[in-house]
């Protein structure tokens, strides 16, 4: 394969399937940072995501350019509408992310994750539900299986199950609080 077709390949590749995905999801979620613990989560949804709208871009400019031209159209360098189309959604989406602050060192002001009563952490707060009630199962197993003999344990383990029992109504109560109208 020679260099140019390779470059061509290379840069029709990264056109088609990243490119207009990565300016739209940065426009569209100008908050989000590849910084901090979050950072690893954020950047595989963040490729995800410009996976699967540049597939649907490329369809749907695909489609607009088909329907729109009574030949068709080639998808190729030779015909290059399908690439001109993308690279204006990129540029007009990079543009738009770069105005709402997407690609400033700090996130901007006017958009905080979790400001709204409601979106406070909720996959965190499910997370945790989903540990507690995990860890109450199993404290509920250890009692059926300790001796009825061994009055000490028993105790125990009552005790800690009725703490987590405490823990997951109150973090329901938190939860229902947070979505009340």
Same mark, same amino acid.
């Given at each position: 394969?020679?260099?140019?077709?390779?470059?061509?390949? $290379?840069? @029709?590749? /990264? *056109? =088609?399937?990243?490119?207009? %995905?990565?300016?739209? &999801?940065?426009?569209?979620? !100008?908050?989000?940072?590849?910084?901090?613990?979050?950072?690893?989560?954020?950047?595989?949804?963040?490729?995800?995501?410009?996976?699967?709208?540049?597939?649907?871009?490329?369809? $749907?400019? @695909?489609? /607009? *350019? =088909?329907?729109?031209?009574? %030949?068709?159209?080639? &998808?190729?360098?030779?015909? !290059?509408?399908?690439?001109?189309?993308?690279?204006?959604?990129?540029?007009?989406?990079?543009?738009?992310?770069?105005?709402?602050?997407?690609?400033?060192?700090?996130?901007?002001?006017?958009?905080?994750?979790?400001?709204?009563?409601?979106?406070?952490?909720?996959?965190?707060?499910?997370?945790?539900?989903?540990?507690?009630?995990?860890?109450?199962?199993?404290?509920?197993?250890?009692?059926?299986?300790?001796?009825?003999?061994?009055?000490?344990?028993?105790?125990?383990?009552?005790?800690?199950?009725?703490?987590?029992?405490?823990?997951?109504?109150?973090?329901?109560?938190?939860?229902?609080?947070?979505?009340?109208?």
């Amino acid at each position: 394969m020679d260099p140019v077709a390779l470059v061509q390949a $290379v840069a @029709g590749g /990264v *056109l =088609l399937f990243f490119l207009p %995905g990565y300016a739209v &999801a940065r426009a569209v979620f !100008p908050e989000r940072r590849v910084r901090g613990p979050t950072a690893v989560g954020w950047v595989l949804e963040l490729v995800a995501l410009a996976f699967v709208l540049s597939v649907v871009l490329t369809v $749907v400019v @695909g489609y /607009v *350019l =088909l329907a729109g031209t009574s %030949g068709g159209f080639s &998808a190729s360098w030779s015909d !290059p509408r399908l690439e001109v189309g993308l690279a204006a959604i990129t540029l007009v989406a990079f543009v738009a992310g770069w105005l709402e602050g997407a690609y400033a060192r700090t996130p901007p002001p006017g958009h905080r994750i979790g400001a709204d009563p409601g979106t406070a952490r909720p996959w965190e707060l499910s997370d945790r539900l989903d540990r507690l009630q995990r860890e109450r199962i199993g404290l509920e197993r250890r009692l059926r299986a300790t001796p009825a003999s061994d009055a000490d344990r028993i105790a125990e383990l009552t005790a800690d199950r009725d703490h987590v029992v405490a823990e997951e109504e109150r973090l329901r109560q938190r939860r229902e609080a947070d979505y009340e109208l």
